[in-house]
Structure formats: C-alpha cells, structure tokens
C-alpha cells in the first residue's frame, strides 16, 4: 500500500516523540513492503515563530491532500501564562480540526499487565480496564461563541450541539460497542445543561438501532468519581467535546502515564493520529518523553487502513518493550539512561527482527541498535 503521510511534529516534546512514530511506520513499510511518503509542515508555537500563524495555509494544504496526518503536540508555556494573547498554539490545532471536519475523537485506555504497579491506584482496582472514549471534537463549548466586555469584567463562552453533530458520532460509537462488550455509556450533564439534555434525547432515539447494546447513563462528575473507582465498569465512552478531554486525560491515571494513551481524530474525508499529551515544553530536548503514545497512535493509522497485522506488530513491539522495562523515566524505575530515542530504536528492532530482540536488548540499552 502506498500512503501519503502529513507529519506534524508541532512544539515542545513532539518533534521528538513524532520520530520515533514515524521511525516505526519506516520499519513496518520495509517489513511489509509499503510506500510510506511523509511530507512535514509546521503547526503551534513552532509554526508562530516563522509565519506569525499556528495553522498556515501550506500546512493546512498538506493535510487535505495527504491519506493520514501524524500530529505531536502542541503548545507553549508562555502563551499559558498570558491570559491576555490574542493568538495562541492551540489555536492551530482547533482549526485544523475544524477544517478538516475530524469530528470523532477515539482514545483507546488500556492498563498493561506489566504497568499495573505503576498506577497510583490499587492493581485489584484497574486490573483488565479496557475503555474506549468516544469523544465529538468539533463542537461543543470549545468551538462556540466567545465574548468578553469592554471592560474586561464578563466573559462567555458558548456551548451549542446540533443534532447532526450528535447523531454522527453516536452512531460511530453504537457500532464500536457492537465489536466489543456491547455496552455503552453517555456522559452528560443532562440535569443541569440544555446541550446535554440534547444529546440524550438524540442518543435514546438512535438506540434502538443497536438493540445489541446495553446504554448507560452518568453525570460527568459522577462519571470521573466511578472512572477511578471501578474502570472496569466502562466499555465504550461517549461524550461532548470538553467532558471527553476532561475523563481521557484523567484516564492516565489508570494506565501509569499520560505518556501511553493514543489517540485517532477521524472525519468523513481525512484521518488524524495523535497523542493525547500535551507539548510538557520543561521536558523537550531532554530524552525523557515517553514516545510510547504517538508509536500506539501510529499503529491506529495503519489499523484505520485496514493494515491489522502491522498493526499487532507495532503493538507487539510496544508490549515487549514495557516488559522488557525499555521505557523513558515516567515508567521506568529498573534502568538508566533509556532515552526516547532508545525506546523507538527497541520497537523498531522489535519490528525487524520480532524473534532476536530479547538477544539484543543490552545493546539497545547502552545505545547500540546494530543486529548481532
């Protein structure tokens, strides 16, 4: 297969995690004999800084005539810090997801065998968690109007859903239930807010088109109390746009560390894959992030293109490497030195020569990623 890749490294720990994704996806088109072309563009802070703009129009024509965009991060320290910035990185990414009409959010949230420990929550409590969150990523409170005062004193911000928007992501989310337990749960608030009340009207009429799942309603904040105290109970999540940024990102917590959890932002027409951290610009350039996510996010590309045995692979790679403890510091507390760079050398190793790497992983950990 011959796919046309958009790379979007963006800012802080990106460029360095998007390599190792990329490196993978190198090795999985050699093994399986793929043409993957991968065409770079800028986006966020880096992308401000040389054309004053977070989303430039190259970038954005990039993406539309690519098959897959591999985003990294975005984001910048210093524009958190001033509430006062008329542009920010974030922007970049909102309106290319807007553009590019990826309405559907999936985040995968799996708790490794071998990372149990590693949660600061009890292993009885998230042994065999296997969650899936369906998030809208185009609507909702994030994209709506915004006002402030003249005088600086008042803002809003508006949080509106149309039923289209609803039905179009319920429907992804119903069927993804149907391949799996066959249970799925709305995340609303719909004792309080209008848009939720909406969102469940739309909901119940759709499910009776799926009589084969069982559909479940929670309240957000109860939602985030039971998602620590008993994961387990969630198949398939599905909620508006801020609700389901709040629960995936909380769902790190479940699996060890934020530096884990993919993600997939599809639409009708293009396909986006990504971490779901953020750019931990303190952290850039040092070796520690954890690239595990955006490799899990470049396995979900393949897996989008119907390529599932690349795809187990690349998982494959990643289960041998937390077991063998070839993980950046925010898991690792068994070797020294493993960089970001060492753990994409691993699974790249893993990818070539699936049956060698226990025999080569202490030259991979002193750096050295030739085969013996």
Sequence with gaps: MKLNIAVLPGDGIGPEVTAQAVKVLKAIAIEFNHVFIFHEALVGASAMVKTGDPLPEETIAICENADAILFGAIGNTAYDIDPNAKVRPEQGLLRLRKSLDLYANIRPVIAYEDLLTKSSLKKSQIKDTNIVIYRELTGGIYFGEKKLSEDGNNASDICEYSRFEIERIAHLAFKAAQTRKGKLTLVDKANVLESSRLWRRVVQEIAPKYPDVELNYQFIDNAAMELIINPRQFDVILTENMFGDILSEEASVIVGSIGLL???????????????????????????????????????????????????????????????????????????????????????????????????????????????
Excluded at 287 to 302: D, E, K, R, T
Excluded at 336 to 354: L, Q, S
Aim: hydrophobic share 40%.
């Design 262 to 372: 993919a993600s997939a932002s599809l639409g009708d027409k293009h396909a986006m894959f990504e971490p779901i951290h953020g750019a931990y610009t303190k952290a850039a350039n040092k070796g520690i992030a954890n690239p595990i996510a955006s490799i899990l996010s470049a396995a979900m590309l393949l897996e989008h293109f119907g390529l599932d045995d690349e795809a187990d692979l690349v998982r494959e790679g990643v289960d041998k490497s937390l077991k063998l403890h070839i993980t950046t510091p925010d898991l690792n507390t068994k070797y020294d030195h493993v960089t970001t760079t060492k753990v994409g050398d691993f699974i790249e190793d893993f990818i070539n020569n699936p049956d060698e790497t226990n025999l080569n992983f202490t030259n991979i950990h002193l750096g050295q990623s030739t085969i013996i």
